[in-house]
């Protein structure tokens, strides 16, 4: 017999492209998935999120808020897979993904974020779709 892989947390959540939205997440974030995550895990995850949502709020959906963001964050197995779609029209991600932000810029830094504390990240081909993988440190699950 084969037995459904456990799923410690998920959340699932259809959001209003704004950042009173974003932020209401997160108190529910917090809430569900904190104690399980650990200090370091949920910094890591945490920061992943933000700058997931925050993309397609602002650059997906322009802060428009009759467009929505779908966001589905799920602790399975000591990993953390963040799926992130929004109503945008996308972007080239194939042609950001190797750029890095000049040190004085605002923004631009999302690309090096995802590379430097994700394990995966892959987008769909239009480039409205993210999902991110975090394998999480095994001593705080």
């Not at 322009?62 to 929505?68: I, T």
């Not at 964050?73 to 042609?95: P, S, T």
Request: hydrophobic fraction near 40%; aromatic fraction near 8%.
């Amino acid at each position: 017999m084969i037995h459904p892989a456990r799923v410690d947390c998920e959340m699932r959540m259809a959001l209003p492209a704004t950042f009173e939205a974003i932020e209401e997440f997160f108190t529910e974030f917090r809430r569900k998935g904190g104690a399980l995550l650990g200090r370091v895990n949920c910094f890591t995850a945490e920061l992943l999120l933000r700058e997931a949502l925050t993309n397609a709020v602002l650059h997906g959906c322009r802060a428009d808020p009759r467009k929505q963001v779908r966001c589905v964050a799920r602790l399975k197995g000591g990993r953390l897979i963040i799926l992130i779609d929004d109503d945008g029209d996308g972007f080239d991600w194939h042609g950001a993904f190797g750029e890095i932000a000049e040190v004085p810029a605002c923004s631009g830094r999302g690309l090096e974020i995802f590379r430097r504390y994700a394990n995966h990240v892959r987008y769909n081909d239009r480039g409205n779709l993210v999902a991110i993988t975090k394998r999480c440190a095994k001593e705080s699950l």
